[in-house]
Nanobody
Protein backbone atom coordinates (compact mmCIF):
# COMPACT_ATOMS: atom_id res chain seq x y z
CA UNK A 1 0.00 0.00 0.00
CA UNK A 2 1.87 3.06 1.26
CA UNK A 3 4.75 1.08 2.69
CA UNK A 4 8.08 2.02 1.11
CA UNK A 5 10.38 -0.72 -0.20
CA UNK A 6 14.14 -0.73 0.39
CA UNK A 7 16.78 -2.41 -1.74
CA UNK A 8 20.54 -2.40 -2.20
CA UNK A 9 21.74 -3.88 1.07
CA UNK A 10 24.46 -6.49 1.20
CA UNK A 11 27.88 -7.45 2.45
CA UNK A 12 30.80 -5.11 1.95
CA UNK A 13 34.29 -4.76 3.38
CA UNK A 14 35.26 -1.83 5.57
CA UNK A 15 36.10 1.18 3.46
CA UNK A 16 33.74 0.13 0.71
CA UNK A 17 30.51 1.65 -0.54
CA UNK A 18 26.86 0.73 -0.95
CA UNK A 19 23.89 2.62 -2.32
CA UNK A 20 20.49 1.92 -0.83
CA UNK A 21 17.29 2.71 -2.68
CA UNK A 22 13.79 3.26 -1.35
CA UNK A 23 10.73 3.35 -3.57
CA UNK A 24 7.33 4.64 -2.47
CA UNK A 25 4.02 5.45 -4.09
CA UNK A 26 3.92 8.61 -6.11
CA UNK A 27 1.28 10.18 -3.89
CA UNK A 28 3.16 9.73 -0.62
CA UNK A 29 6.68 10.22 -1.97
CA UNK A 30 5.97 13.51 -3.67
CA UNK A 31 4.21 15.00 -0.64
CA UNK A 32 6.54 14.30 2.28
CA UNK A 33 10.03 14.22 3.64
CA UNK A 34 11.84 10.87 3.62
CA UNK A 35 14.24 9.36 6.11
CA UNK A 36 16.62 6.51 6.79
CA UNK A 37 17.02 4.79 10.16
CA UNK A 38 19.03 1.76 11.20
CA UNK A 39 18.95 -0.84 13.94
CA UNK A 40 21.71 -3.15 15.06
CA UNK A 41 20.98 -6.30 17.11
CA UNK A 42 19.99 -5.53 20.70
CA UNK A 43 20.13 -1.80 20.06
CA UNK A 44 17.56 0.93 19.64
CA UNK A 45 16.64 2.11 16.20
CA UNK A 46 18.68 5.21 15.41
CA UNK A 47 18.36 8.05 12.97
CA UNK A 48 20.67 8.10 9.96
CA UNK A 49 19.57 10.75 7.46
CA UNK A 50 16.55 12.67 6.24
CA UNK A 51 15.66 14.81 3.24
CA UNK A 52 12.87 17.34 2.88
CA UNK A 53 10.11 17.11 0.31
CA UNK A 54 11.93 19.35 -2.14
CA UNK A 55 15.31 17.75 -1.57
CA UNK A 56 16.84 21.05 -0.43
CA UNK A 57 16.85 20.29 3.28
CA UNK A 58 18.98 17.43 4.61
CA UNK A 59 19.87 16.22 8.09
CA UNK A 60 22.48 13.62 9.08
CA UNK A 61 23.42 11.79 12.21
CA UNK A 62 26.85 12.81 13.47
CA UNK A 63 28.08 9.25 13.06
CA UNK A 64 27.52 9.27 9.29
CA UNK A 65 27.98 12.93 8.41
CA UNK A 66 30.61 13.29 5.71
CA UNK A 67 30.37 9.65 4.69
CA UNK A 68 26.70 9.19 3.75
CA UNK A 69 24.59 11.22 1.35
CA UNK A 70 20.81 11.20 1.11
CA UNK A 71 19.13 12.44 -2.04
CA UNK A 72 15.86 11.95 -3.84
CA UNK A 73 14.65 11.62 -7.41
CA UNK A 74 11.05 12.74 -7.26
CA UNK A 75 10.08 11.76 -10.83
CA UNK A 76 11.20 8.20 -9.99
CA UNK A 77 9.54 8.24 -6.54
CA UNK A 78 12.83 7.07 -5.08
CA UNK A 79 15.14 8.19 -2.29
CA UNK A 80 18.74 7.01 -2.04
CA UNK A 81 21.34 6.63 0.66
CA UNK A 82 24.86 6.61 -0.75
CA UNK A 83 27.14 5.11 1.89
CA UNK A 84 30.89 5.55 1.51
CA UNK A 85 33.84 4.71 3.75
CA UNK A 86 31.76 2.08 5.49
CA UNK A 87 32.77 0.89 8.95
CA UNK A 88 31.89 -2.31 10.83
CA UNK A 89 29.79 -0.21 13.21
CA UNK A 90 27.54 0.68 10.26
CA UNK A 91 26.30 -2.91 10.26
CA UNK A 92 22.55 -2.86 10.82
CA UNK A 93 19.17 -3.28 9.24
CA UNK A 94 18.42 -0.05 7.40
CA UNK A 95 14.84 1.20 7.24
CA UNK A 96 13.31 3.74 4.90
CA UNK A 97 10.44 5.86 6.19
CA UNK A 98 7.90 8.25 4.70
CA UNK A 99 7.50 11.44 6.70
CA UNK A 100 4.30 13.02 7.98
CA UNK A 101 5.42 16.52 7.01
CA UNK A 102 7.49 18.23 4.34
CA UNK A 103 10.44 18.81 6.66
CA UNK A 104 13.49 16.65 7.27
CA UNK A 105 13.54 15.30 10.82
CA UNK A 106 15.67 13.19 13.17
CA UNK A 107 12.63 11.99 15.11
CA UNK A 108 10.91 8.63 14.48
CA UNK A 109 7.58 10.27 15.29
CA UNK A 110 7.93 12.44 12.19
CA UNK A 111 7.41 9.42 9.93
CA UNK A 112 4.16 7.70 9.04
CA UNK A 113 5.14 4.65 6.97
CA UNK A 114 8.10 2.32 7.39
CA UNK A 115 9.68 -0.24 5.12
CA UNK A 116 10.65 -3.79 6.07
CA UNK A 117 14.35 -2.99 6.10
CA UNK A 118 17.43 -4.14 4.21
CA UNK A 119 20.49 -5.70 5.83
CA UNK A 120 23.85 -3.96 5.54
CA UNK A 121 26.85 -5.89 6.83
CA UNK A 122 30.32 -4.37 6.90
CA UNK A 123 33.18 -6.76 7.54
CA UNK A 124 36.62 -5.85 8.85
Amino acid sequence: QEQPVESGGGLVQAGGSLKLSCAASGRTFGSYAMGWFRQAPDEEREFVASVSRSGAGVVYADSVNGRFTIFRDNPKNTVYLQMNSLKPEDTAVYYCAVGNSIYASRLPGSYAYWGQGTQVTVSS
